[in-house]
């Protein structure tokens, strides 16, 4: 765990990039950081691994003071993944990552043979071992950042801003192969970021900071979107805070219909004004007009359980019929959620 | 110094250029060609190497302390701006007719262009690099030698490799006191309009300099592999 007790950071020019942060980063836990440029994420971050020293204030690693650690120790215990990756252009994929095991003064055998199994683990193919950084992407390189913090298995890991500088589709696979390799490795993770969204998707905790480094919410994220503490806090989580929230809402307990469901040939007769027609394996086909005229029209699946409410709804968004075509983790149909359904859910989703 | 040898020469005939150069080429006696070159080599290789290795601590301090640097270079480049000539009989007074007279403001040169080149070449060392060998634990030294040294080397050797050239095209100009090595050929071909000497002087430093500046592309081939296979990509 990583506590701020009263932590203030005043610069030489007498800027106060924190002021009396306290808070605490629980063990296996992904903490956010979020905020407005310069709030003092970075600064904050860089306090707990002693690049920068508090001017007031104590942080204490599992209750130990980081001032009280040999910096260059306490950094080789700590992994740190920054927004250009920071790889050393000189040395070879295998090298950069082996980097802390090295200085840790591991054989080198070990400390590469270690490196092709981390680039493994984070996605990428271990023969990109023998590049040098340029020949990679940036969503590549941003990859073996992630693989070099994680090299010598340090209990911590600080992120700053890593997946700001990729393009959105990137960076959505660079964040849900963080939250893969999270469930796998449960390290105490702190994550700055300046993008809410990305705080709601990635944060156990979600710490939003004002400018002037002072804390204004620290708050898990479902409770962050249905409970801002104040007007920054509303204005920063932005317009559609509503529909976000949703995504934290579960799809268990919704009502499917099964009497909406017709063979792929169905040639009208349904008193709905539109039916699902299913083939023969049991997958969604298309909707179609209950008295059988016109062509399969468009529709939206989700698997209820495991999506959430948003994604139900995306999908009864998409289809003419206004419902949400519930599929089982095989792809088949296990029912329609109606209008009415969803309706349903979202009216009890508000009250809770 | 070989004159009398030349003088003789020329009362003989003019001989051919190879006949000048297999009679002038091993003489066992001083101003022999041989013994102009290995002046040469000495007189150029020791400012090169004296530069490299007083410029590497002063740019380090330099990049350390910024306040250094203006100052630091401010002197070497007046050195450089200096004429030979007064620079020499300055030297002369303490150094005397030697190769140590030639030597010394070679390295000064040296040293004029290596040191903004060791600057440069730490300062080419990107911000977020450093930063994350900060990060990952590296102590300063460590750090200086494993990360921002060598991302350096590309910047200080093409400093190095204008160095080499230089020096030794101007160590000729020690032929003013006679310490020319293979300069000392020109002055000869001046007194006595003659031109074997001009020929062979001007082809062994030309030569000289391409074998330096060949041997300084393949240290850094073998130095920066990752600089040569990012301008392949
Ligand atoms: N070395 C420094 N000296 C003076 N002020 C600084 C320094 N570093 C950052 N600041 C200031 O501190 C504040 C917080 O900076 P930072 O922690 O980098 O913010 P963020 O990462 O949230 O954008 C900013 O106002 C910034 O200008
Ligand atoms: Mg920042």
């Keep these: ?352 | 110094m070989g004159e009398p040898l030349l003088s003789r020469l020329i009362a003989d005939g003019p001989p051919s250029l190879w006949e000048w150069i297999a009679r002038n080429w091993d003489t066992g006696r001083v101003g022999s060609i041989k013994d102009l070159l290995g002046d040469h080599l000495v007189m150029s290789l020791v400012p090169i190497v004296a530069g490299l290795v007083l410029a590497l601590p002063l740019g380090l301090a330099s990049a350390r302390w910024r306040w250094l640097y203006q100052p630091t270079a401010g002197v070497f480049n007046v050195v450089y701006a200096l004429p030979s000539l007064p620079v020499f009989m300055l030297l002369i007074s303490v150094t005397g007719l030697s190769k140590t007279t030639v030597i010394i403001p070679l390295t000064f040169y040296a040293i004029a262009v290596l040191l903004p080149a060791v600057v440069d070449g730490l300062g080419s060392v990107p911000d977020h690099v450093r930063q994350s060998a900060v990060a990952m634990g590296f102590t300063p030294l460590r750090r200086l030698v494993q990360v921002e040294l060598p991302i350096a080397v590309p910047v200080v050797l093409a400093g190095l490799r204008v160095v080499a050239v230089s020096s030794i095209s101007l160590v000729s100009v020690g032929a003013l006191i006679g310490q020319g090595g293979l300069g000392m050929l020109f002055t000869r071909a001046y007194q006595n309009p003659f031109l074997p000497p001009v020929i062979v002087g001007i082809v062994l430093i030309v030569a000289l300099a391409l074998v330096a500046d060949g041997l300084l592309v393949l240290a850094q081939r073998l130095l920066t592999p990752w600089v040569r296979a990012r301008r392949a990509s």
């Design chain 1, 1 to 352: 765990m990583i506590t701020f007790d009263a932590v203030t950071k005043r610069y030489a020019d007498g800027t106060v990039a924190v002021d009396n942060l306290s808070l605490e980063a629980p063990t296996g836990e992904i903490t956010v950081f979020v905020g407005p440029s310069g709030c003092g994420k970075t600064t904050s971050l860089r306090m707990i691994n002693r690049m920068i020293d508090a001017t007031e204030g104590r942080i204490l690693l599992d209750g130990d003071p980081v001032q009280d650690i040999d910096p260059p120790k306490l950094r080789r215990g700590i992994g740190y993944v920054i927004q250009q990756a920071g790889l050393f252009p000189h040395k070879k994929i295998v090298d950069n990552v082996a980097t802390v095991p090295l200085l840790l003064g591991w054989d080198r055998g070990k400390a590469r043979s270690r490196a092709m199994e981390l680039l493994e683990r984070v996605g990428l193919d271990p023969a990109m071992g023998e590049r040098y950084p340029f020949q990679l992407s940036g969503g590549q390189q941003q990859r073996v950042g992630v693989a070099r913090a994680l090299a010598a298995d340090p209990p911590v890991l600080l992120m700053d801003e890593p997946f700001s500088a990729v393009d959105p589709i990137v960076r959505t696979s660079l964040q849900d192969e963080l939250l893969r390799l999270q469930a796998e490795l449960n390290k105490t993770i702190v994550f700055v970021t300046h993008d809410i969204d990305e705080a709601i998707k990635l944060g156990d905790r979600v710490a939003v900071l004002r400018v002037g480094g002072r804390l204004a919410q620290l708050a898990d994220p479902k409770t962050l979107l249905s409970e801002p503490a104040d007007d920054f806090v509303r204005e920063f989580l932005g317009h559609d805070r509503g529909i976000r929230r949703l995504q934290f809402v579960g799809t268990e307990g919704l009502r499917l219909r099964t009497d909406l469901t017709v063979p792929a040939g169905f040639s009208g007769g349904s008193p709905e004004p539109w039916v699902l027609a299913v083939s023969d394996d049991g997958r969604p086909v298309g909707w179609l007009r209950g008295d059988g005229g016109g062509e399969p029209e468009p529709y939206g699946t989700f698997r209820p359980g495991r999506d959430s409410m948003r994604s139900a709804l995306d999908a009864a968004l998409l289809s003419p019929s206004g419902c949400a075509v519930a599929v089982g983790e095989d792809g088949k149909v296990a029912g329609v959620a109606t209008r009415e359904a969803l309706d349903e859910a979202l009216a009890e989703a508000a009250d809770g």
